[in-house]
């Protein structure tokens, strides 16, 4: 049965039914993720009220508080732990500065030696040990911020000096060591360059002779 108001609009049922399907196609599918949604929503609120022994989020929220509160409380007390270890470390030996030498003129090998230990404000000790042929004699000196009341050997204040700047001394030793490395080098690859200029004279003179 046709209407009169659709027929003097001039418009077709058909294409107000087919658009009224669509319609409802459309809001199903959005019905249908609209649901999916909640259902997600509802799943992580339901996980996130589910608490131990039935408690409840403000008491979940206030134990939380409590726990970061305690946390806390650990992390100051590890501060206070470390400068203390810190303090602590700066009157350890964290210098040393060895020299090795011949006591006297009928021993030889350096088994005699000067040994300086010293903490971060440079002071410590220095050991001499001067071995000889009837036995080894131990003397130590004691240093209070790089400086010895008592006289220092030539030995012993060189040592005294590798311990103080022992940072320089050890850059030094590394350059030198890298110095050495590469004359090193050098002296390896100078036979194998004349080696390889002589194989090119031989093999350009085989060819000059193939060549004639």
């Known amino acids: 049965m046709e209407s009169k ?15 009224m399907l669509i319609l409802i196609v459309v809001l199903f599918v959005l ?3 609209v649901s999916l ?28 508080f409590s726990e970061l509160d305690g946390i806390a409380k650990i992390i100051k007390q590890n501060r206070a ?11 350890c030996i964290q210098k040393c500065g060895i020299v090795k030498y011949d006591a006297f003129n009928e021993m030889g090998g350096k088994l005699s030696f000067a040994l300086a230990l ?36 030539e030995e012993e ?8 700047y022992s940072e320089d001394y050890m850059s030094s030793e590394t350059e030198s060591t890298s110095e050495e490395n590469e004359a090193k080098t050098i002296r390896k690859e100078q036979p194998r360059k004349a080696a390889k200029k002589e194989v090119r004279k031989d093999t350009n003179k085989e060819i000059k ?4």
């Open 118 to 153: 010293l903490d971060s404000d440079n002071t410590g000790w220095i050991m001499n040990a001067m071995h000889s042929r009837e036995g080894c004699y131990t003397y130590v000196k004691e240093i209070l911020k790089g400086e010895s009341y008592v006289e220092l050997s």
């Open 209 to 212: 002779k193939a060549r004639r």
């Open 81 to 91: 732990d470390v400068k203390e270890m810190y303090r602590r470390t700066e009157h």
């Open 157 to 164: 204040a060189e040592a005294l000096d590798r311990a103080i």
């Open 31 to 33: 019905y249908v993720n």
């Open 5 to 19: 108001i659709l027929a003097k609009l001039g418009i077709d049922p058909a294409f107000i039914f087919l658009f």
């Open 37 to 64: 949604k909640y259902d997600r929503l509802k799943n992580s609120y339901a996980s996130f009220m589910r608490g131990k022994d039935g408690k409840n989020l403000e008491e979940s929220i206030l134990t939380k």
